[in-house]
Nanobody
Framework: QVRLVESGGGLVQAGGSLRLSCAAS????????MGWYRQAPGKERELVAT??????RYADSVKGRFTIFRDNGQNTVYLQMNSLKPEDTAVYYC?????????WGKGTLVTVSS
């Protein structure tokens, strides 16, 4: 069973930065895609950023502020979040996919104060 473990969440003031990390327990193969989703209170889970085949994709709300990058050799994915806004407050979940099978982490809370 593949496990994804997120870290790096916390409390930050608006305009600040955080870096999230996600490490997979499996390193014998590379995931087709790895990425980040988030779920704010009372809202549905939404895509933040994904990386597939070296091509990143971002939600419009985070373009220019967030950067996703991967260490394929270690099956690790990071999310550098700059210029954070209160509306970025959410639980951030790591996602990984291989041959159509998706795996999820348990999430890490990011709280941005105004």
């Amino acid at each position: 069973q593949v496990r994804l473990v997120e870290s790096g969440g916390g409390l930050v003031q608006a305009g600040g930065s955080l870096r999230l990390s996600c490490a997979a327990s499996e390193s014998r193969f590379s995931f087709s895609a790895m990425g980040w989703y988030r779920q704010a209170p009372g809202k549905e889970r939404e895509l933040v950023a994904t990386s597939r085949g070296g091509s990143p994709r971002y939600a419009d709300s985070v373009k220019g502020r967030f950067t996703i990058f991967r260490d394929n050799g270690q099956n690790t994915v990071y999310l550098q979040m700059n210029s954070l806004k209160p509306e970025d407050t959410a639980v951030y979940y790591c996602n990984a996919e291989i041959i159509g099978i998706e795996y999820w982490g348990k999430g890490t809370l990011v709280t941005v104060s105004s």
